[in-house]
DNA sequence: TAGGTTGGGTTCCTTTTTGGAACCTGTCAA
DNA sequence: TTGACAGGTTCCAAAAAGGAACCCAACCTA
């Protein structure tokens, strides 16, 4: 299969993939959760060549996480913002983080950290079932198949 | 900057992204998830080429998200698992899951379901504070530069 | 015992993607 | 008039992915 056949799979993390799973689009949505919105400021930050950054960008404008809104005229200027679908791309970000935090990180720590406003604390990211409210771990779950998809109950389960 | 430096950033997302963050990486560990366990499984159901999957199974042991056990002998067989460290991408993975099944899912809904053994319920993840328990949004979030590294935080924060 | 199958790869070659640098286009300011 | 700035595009070389064929040890089976 070609990566660019994910989108057509009948399974939601390809499908995201096939947006946000190539080298650098996670790199730059870190940036515009961290409030860059500007062109030469993602490619100053990132070091990414001009001509990938532009194509991910417009990726990302054309699947609707990023829009594009002026901020002058003459010459027309404009800045990359998250839209509400590309704000919901936050636990992904975070539990990325929070990951790395874990393994990856060296002897200064991490080298960013979240405040919850609400609370004043540093937090990190915990996963909890949307119906019990308990944390829940990969232990935790069982997969079936979706409602809409029995007929293909084998071939998306192993 | 190269891809293959990423690793050396100060940002954990980053260095997540250093091991898991190429095209194909996340959907082999997918299957992971679901208890796929064999090279030649995960060929079929990737449908991937097979020097790349070689070549993602052997990085993905050398970080230690996978190991290696045999299953039987004469011929030694070996499969794949996930260790702690590739369990606790969990989150991550259903992270990418649940933004599939909101905005890219057609008419027929999420192909596969989660169902957490606790509670007995199907289950969406929910990102809440590890302080104080309440879901987080991205705007709910405030970043700041950790202890260790205050001398870098002009070039960590925009 | 020759021939085929299975699991788990590796090799080789072609096609796509990146990386890196140079170039283009309005607008403004010196 | 030259230069800078923001935001690209173009061109070419290098790296990675795709696809097919090959390898090998140990079975199985006719």
């Given at each position: 299969m070609r990566w660019d056949d994910l989108d057509k799979q009948p399974c939601s993390l390809a499908r995201t993939l096939s947006v946000?799973?190539?080298?650098w689009t996670m790199v730059i949505l870190r940036d515009c959760f961290l409030g860059v919105r500007r062109f030469d400021e993602f490619e100053k930050r990132l070091g990414i060549t001009r001509h990938v950054l532009a194509e991910r960008l417009r990726k990302l404008v054309d699947h609707g996480v990023l829009y594009k809104t002026p901020y002058q005229q003459k010459p027309v200027r404009e800045e990359y913002r998250l839209t509400d679908k590309g704000l919901e791309l936050h636990p992904v970000v975070m539990a990325l983080v929070h990951w790395g935090d874990t393994h990856m990180a060296d002897e200064r720590g991490a080298p960013i950290v979240h405040v919850?406003?609400?609370?004043?604390q540093v937090m990190q990211p915990v996963t909890v079932c949307s119906c019990c409210g308990e944390p829940v771990t990969a232990r935790d779950i069982r997969v079936e198949t979706g409602s809409g998809w029995q007929d293909l109950a084998k071939e998306l389960l192993p």
């Open positions: 946000v799973g190539d080298r919850h406003k609400q609370c004043g």
